[in-house]
């Protein structure tokens, strides 16, 4: 019998404001415990909350760009719950009017199909604190640094089908989120955690099955794995007779497996009722109008344009956009040596090797634009050739802010050798030097010419003009026969 996956995601983010939600606390992640918070955060009696506007501003504007209709009279509930590492014991968050619902986001997958995920609702929150267990399991220790980080909870549709659906979207909203500037979504530090739903059904069936609910997966790789885990356990169920138990289950990294936390909870067991202490909030038509006109171009815009501005391909467009950190970088380097398609080149031989090999995060390149378009120019001028340039950007690439690439050059004696009379005197010493080549090159074997090519290069310290050589071997072969 042949089944489908039936996936929905709810995904938070921590937005990038400098101070809490609710409170003039310091966002900042790490810190020593209880360090980074004050008694609003904590939620001691006797104190108020006052929303951060900055966080209504960030919240909007995702909310613009998941292409939402955003309520214009919103306001927060109260979420009642007990749990070590929520000291008020109720979270403010938003339930009847969530600031922004009815959104979409269109994605292209891995695999080239285009689908569509609806966006039920996107709401307001504050993040809960974090509970430190001792490395022997009798110790807990609360650590409230993270109460009151203001988040987004992202809520779609149950639109996904495939895995690599789930991991196209969750790209897509970080690289949206991320040219907004309004979160790092770093899913290693918990910035961005994605909760999956899952059920499966029999193809071509409407209804949904029974879900369950995987929780804070902190990796795209552990999401992938944690579908194609849970899936294959669900239709094993079914396919026995058995049934799905509605629940919240773990994913163990470790294990590779899913198990059952708690049964799962419904709104009313939470008790939600509006929140008293905040004033509900109404956003206006200028407002919108406002945030509008500030948005930034979106990754999939840029990969247009430079498809038709730098006549780039479509996938190097979309490695370059993938990050603004990178766009950005790609984008000040062009402006500032006026050639695209040898900075494009450099990216994709050298930046993004460096990323891969040495696992370089894109906003933690500190090459700057000024000296890529500098070493760019030197190349272009021919005062490099390529192979010493691939020498040269490694150096710079993880250099500081004191390199200077000419100085390099200089010190290092790296100046390409454009002496004719020079490379034609060593092509003449290789082919002495040589005369077993020579009697294959004689015999027809037109290939070794590679091997003069390379004996040359090498005998000039890789320095020469590798089109220069090349002519000139080929033109002292060719009078030999
Ligand atoms: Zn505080």
């Known amino acids: 019998m042949e089944w489908e996956i039936v996936m929905g995601l709810e995904v938070h983010v921590e937005l990038a404001t400098k101070t809490k939600i609710f409170c003039s606390c310091t966002t900042e992640f790490g810190g020593k415990p209880n360090t980074h918070c004050c008694p609003i955060c904590t939620g001691m009696p006797g104190t108020l909350p006052v929303l951060n506007k900055k966080v209504l501003e960030y919240a909007v504007r995702a909310g613009l760009a998941l292409n939402c209709d955003i309520t214009r009279y919103n306001k927060f509930d109260r979420k009642n719950y007990f749990y070590p590492d929520l000291p008020k014991a109720y979270q403010i968050s938003q339930l009847y009017l969530p600031f922004a619902r009815n959104g979409h986001v269109d994605l292209e997958t891995e695999s080239g199909r285009n689908v569509t995920v609806r966006i039920h609702e996107i709401h307001m929150e504050e993040d809960a604190g974090k509970l430190v267990h001792s490395l022997f399991g009798d110790k807990t220790y609360p650590d409230y640094n993270r109460c009151g980080v203001p988040l987004i909870e992202i809520v779609s549709e149950p639109d996904f089908r495939e895995s690599e659906e789930v991991i196209a979207y969750l790209n897509k909203l970080k690289t949206t989120l991320e040219y907004l500037g309004i979160s790092d979504c770093k899913m290693e530090e918990g910035s961005m955690r994605a909760d999956v739903n899952l059920s499966v059904r029999k193809k071509g069936s409407t209804e949904f099955g029974t879900r369950t609910e995987m929780k804070n997966i902190n990796s795209l790789k552990s999401i992938e794995r944690a579908i194609a885990f849970e899936s294959k356990r669900q239709i094993e169920i079914l396919e026995n007779g058995g049934e799905i138990i509605q629940e919240t289950r773990r994913w163990d990294e470790n294990k590779e497996k899913t198990f059952s936390m708690r049964s799962k909870e419904n709104a009313n067991d939470y008790r939600y009722f509006p929140e008293p202490d905040i004033p509900p909030i109404s956003i206006t038509e200028d407002e919108i109008n406002y945030y509008n006109s500030i948005r930034p ?36 380097t062009v402006e500032k040596c006026g050639d695209p398609s040898e900075v494009r080149y450099w990216m994709m031989m050298q930046v993004l090797y460096f990323m891969n090999e040495r696992n370089v995060q894109p906003e933690n390149i500190t090459l700057s634009s000024d000296k890529f378009a500098q ?21 710079m690439f993880f250099g500081d802010e004191s390199f200077d690439v000419e100085k390099y050059i ?51 310290g890789g320095k020469a003009n590798p089109g220069t050589v090349g002519k000139a071997v080929n033109e002292a072969l060719e009078k030999l026969l």
Do not use: C, H, W
Request: proline residues 1%; aromatic residues 10%.
């Open 297 to 332: 171009e979106f990754a999939e815009e840029k990969v247009v344009r430079y498809m038709s501005e730098y006549g780039m391909t479509k996938k190097d467009a979309q490695i370059i956009v993938s990050s603004k950190y990178l766009a950005k970088l790609f984008e000040e």
């Open 375 to 395: 070493f760019v120019k030197i190349v272009k001028d021919g005062r490099i050739n390529k192979q010493i340039g691939k020498k040269v950007f490694e150096v």
């Open 410 to 460: 200089k010190e290092n004696n790296l100046e390409q050798v454009e002496d004719t009379t020079l490379i034609a005197q060593t092509v003449e010493q290789v082919i002495n030097d040589n005369p077993k080549a020579v009697a294959q090159y004689k015999s027809g074997q037109k290939k070794i010419a590679g091997f003069f090519i390379g004996q040359v290069m090498k005998k000039l």
